[in-house]
């Protein structure tokens, strides 16, 4: 079975997004920054969620939000990118050692993906480009663009 | 027997204090022992009168800040800091140490997340600290300056009535003067109800001693070669010491 959940913060307002880049855009979208798990599990869902909740979300900052719908709208173009698979992605051992730990936790993680969301808002439009060759290192990282939302 | 009292100084990976934090400690008469989380058994804390939580990034602050030190501590030796509190132990948290502090629900409350400006500030503040019984601010004055280094200090609480009840009610024991950081309330520091647990973002531990400060002409209130850092650290020796010798 495969879940999505996605978190986005309450008390973090949108940023100008030049701040992102090696060279400022002439008219600066602003951005928002979400993190997004994709997770495979086998196992009682409702135990994947409350794990999700204690480990992945703060319950006063931040959101949490389930599904494949964006959990922001009114965007011009959102980034996702994450580390590429067989690349060594520290958080997610850090994620994936402590579940271990658990003693009964009621599914088996089979596969989580985590991905970096970068919500861009106004600007002229899709500059997807500067922004995937600014923030995305070919090397380690696997990334995709989202059309806007409005 | 050593009859000074015991601090146990947690490390975590990604933990970068804890060398100065030791030395703070040593130097207003504590007996430290810096022990890696992997070596943590609830056995350690036996005979320790101070657990200390010191700053850095531990795990990399993957997830957040202080999310996976708490998971693993908790894991490790579960409700024994609670246990340790109960029981007249003394916890301080200092930046890092201060966010895992909120994540295990021993502080009232809160979560510190990226700073209003959205980068790390690294600078002096001025604090003004509004709990003067405090055990670790009784030797301090009304007003002083500490260094910050953080990107996630800023304290915010579900609503900012919550935050602005802490500083009312004196579980907000130290406030920055300015605006800082974007923390509601301008809180700096917390402690919870037995005022022997208390987290701050400053770094007391960079600033021992007067010769610390970045202006080099600077006095400062306090008397002596100390700076406020020392105190900060002494007023809880002060405090354990004669906490001791009362039971």
Same mark, same amino acid.
């Given at each position: 079975m495969r879940e999505i959940y996605e978190i986005s913060d309450r008390f973090i307002e949108a940023g100008d997004?030049?701040?992102?880049?090696?060279?400022?855009?002439?008219?600066?979208?602003?951005? $928002?920054?979400? $993190?997004?798990?994709?997770?495979?599990?086998?196992?009682?869902?409702?135990?994947?969620?409350?794990?999700? $909740?204690?480990?992945l979300l703060d319950e006063i900052s931040q959101e949490l939000h389930s599904g494949e719908?964006?959990?922001?709208?009114?965007?011009?173009?959102?980034?996702?990118?994450?580390?590429?698979?067989?690349?060594?992605?520290?958080?997610?051992?850090?994620?994936?050692?402590?579940?271990?730990?658990?003693?009964?936790?009621?599914?088996?993680?089979?596969?989580?993906?985590?991905?970096? $969301?970068?919500?861009?808002?106004?600007?002229?439009?899709?500059?997807?480009?500067?922004?995937?060759?600014?923030?995305?290192?070919?090397?380690?990282?696997?990334?995709?663009?989202?059309?806007?939302?409005? | 027997m050593e009859d000074r009292p015991c601090a146990l100084l947690l490390k975590f990976p990604g933990t970068n204090c804890d060398a100065e934090t030791a030395r703070a400690l040593e130097a207003v008469g504590f007996v430290t022992e810096v022990l890696p989380v992997s070596a943590l058994k609830p056995e350690k804390l036996v005979g320790?009168?101070?657990?200390?939580?010191?700053?850095?990034?531990?795990?990399?602050?993957?997830?957040?800040?202080?999310?996976?030190?708490?998971?693993?501590? %908790?894991?490790?030796?579960g409700a024994t800091l609670q246990d340790f509190r109960d029981n007249g132990g003394y916890l301080l948290g200092i930046c890092n140490g201060f966010q895992i502090l909120t994540q295990l629900d021993l502080l009232p409350s809160g979560s510190l997340v990226e700073n209003a400006s959205g980068r790390f500030q690294c600078q002096w503040v001025k604090l003004r600290k509004l709990a003067p019984d405090s055990p670790f601010l009784a030797q301090l004055p009304e007003e002083f300056e500490l260094p910050i280094a953080h990107a996630e200090g800023r304290l915010v609480t579900k609503t900012p009535e919550e935050a602005e009840a802490y500083v009312?009610?004196?579980?907000?024991?130290?406030?920055?003067?300015?605006?800082?950081?974007?923390?509601?309330?301008?809180?700096?520091?917390?402690?919870? %109800?037995?005022?022997?647990?208390?987290?701050?973002?400053?770094h007391p531990e960079r600033f021992l001693r007067k010769r610390d400060h970045y202006d080099p002409d600077w006095t400062g209130p306090e008397e002596g070669e100390w700076g406020s850092g020392y105190w900060l650290f002494r007023s809880l020796y002060q405090a354990i010491v004669e906490a001791d010798s009362d039971s």
């Open positions: 997004a030049n701040g992102l880049l090696y060279e400022p855009l002439a008219e600066a979208p602003t951005y $928002r920054r979400t $993190r997004r798990y994709e997770i495979e599990f086998e196992g009682d869902k409702a135990a994947l969620e409350a794990f999700v $909740r204690k480990t719908e964006p959990a922001l709208d009114g965007f011009s173009f959102a980034l996702d990118y994450g580390m590429k698979p067989g690349a060594l992605d520290l958080e997610k051992e850090a994620i994936l050692n402590y579940h271990r730990g658990i003693p009964e936790p009621g599914f088996e993680l089979k596969e989580l993906r985590i991905r970096q $969301r970068i919500y861009l808002f106004g600007g002229k439009g899709d500059e997807s480009d500067r922004f995937v060759r600014d923030l995305c290192n070919a090397a380690i990282h696997q990334w995709n663009v989202l059309p806007g939302h409005v | 320790v009168s101070l657990v200390v939580l010191s700053g850095g990034f531990s795990y990399g602050d993957y997830v957040m800040s202080g999310r996976i030190a708490s998971l693993v501590t %908790e894991q490790k030796i009312k009610g004196g579980a907000a024991a130290l406030v920055y003067a300015d605006d800082v950081n974007g923390s509601f309330g301008r809180i700096a520091g917390l402690q919870d %109800e037995s005022g022997r647990v208390f987290g701050l973002m400053p």
